[in-house]
């Protein structure tokens, strides 16, 4: 009897122990920067230096439409499907300087993306970098960005 509460102990706490990290492993979301990494390899030319300036999340994700942005193709698995609307929105303020070819000042430019986590609670679930339509500046990026509640106003 004691050799069987001997070993019934440890198992059960063994396994309720695996039990728990697997049900928080499961709830852990895939990291978004791995996303953004991706994205600034695939956009960015050789000569230019990329920093990211600001995140912020999104304090209101469910504003968010298709028509906001504009999704970028890397290594994407939402490809020939519809996107459900995202759960949670990185607002990412990038800086890209590129050197000047007609004087010794460098060009910088600024640009938000979108980082926004969907899942159609099946099969597909990711990380899918939006493009803001046209110059950061804009009244209507402007508009998305307020929209989103990203909490943070860029300025020239």
């Given amino acids: 009897m004691k050799k069987s509460i001997a070993l019934i102990v440890p198992a059960v706490t063994t396994i309720a122990v695996l039990a728990t990290f697997a049900i928080f492993e499961a709830q852990r979301l895939p990291n978004w920067r791995l996303e953004l990494d991706q994205y600034l390899e695939f956009t960015s030319v050789p000569s230019e230096t990329v920093s990211v300036l600001s995140v912020a999340r999104a304090g209101r994700p469910w504003n968010y439409t298709l028509g906001m942005a504009s999704p970028v193709l890397t290594d994407w698995r939402w490809q020939g499907i519809d996107i459900p609307s995202p759960r949670k929105v990185q607002c990412v303020l990038i800086e890209r300087t590129r050197p000047s ?36 500046f804009t009244q209507q990026s402007q508009e998305t960005l307020a929209a989103l509640g990203c909490g943070f106003k860029p300025e020239p």
Avoid: F, I, K, Q
């Avoid at 993306?113 to 046209?134: A, C, R």
């Fill in 101 to 136: 070819s007609s004087t010794a000042d460098e060009m910088r430019t600024r640009e938000v993306v979108l980082v926004s986590y969907h899942t159609d609670l099946l099969w597909n679930v990711g990380w899918v970098v939006h493009e803001l339509p046209g110059d950061l």
